[in-house]
């Protein structure tokens, strides 16, 4: 029986924070066994994972699945570099840009979709400190603003 709709494994809540998203891709991941099983235990961290761009194949590096506790002497290294999987011509816009100027290649998720282990790459740029508060500050206003919208429909103010 196959498995339907998406089912979110691992985020990376710190990306959105560091750096400005530009654009996303989903792709496919090379895996072997023992990191499926690992996944379907919800066991990843996308805490220290990035992709490069390498003689025109994507490479995810950082990305921590923990061995699986059944495993044998089959399992995998946790840190291991693993391929991702995309079209030539989105790797070829990957190129384009990431050399254009200072921008990385960010995970952003990890998942199953329909099956099969996917993850959300995002084109991103850094930002800088003042960059970051500013963000702070905005988010922090726009909710005073719902916050008291609020209070006068349902009239305590």
Known sequence: MKEKGRKVIATNRKARHNYTILDTYEAGIALVGTEVKSLREGKASLVDA??????????????????????????????????LLLHKREIEHLVGKSREGNQTLVPLSMYFSDGKVKVELALAKGKQDYDKRQDLARRQAEREVTREVGRRVKGMR
């Open 50 to 83: 990035f992709a490069t761009v390498d003689h025109g194949e994507v490479w995810l590096r950082g990305l921590h699945i923990p061995e699986f506790s059944h495993g044998t002497w089959t399992n995998h290294s946790p840190r291991r570099t693993r391929k």
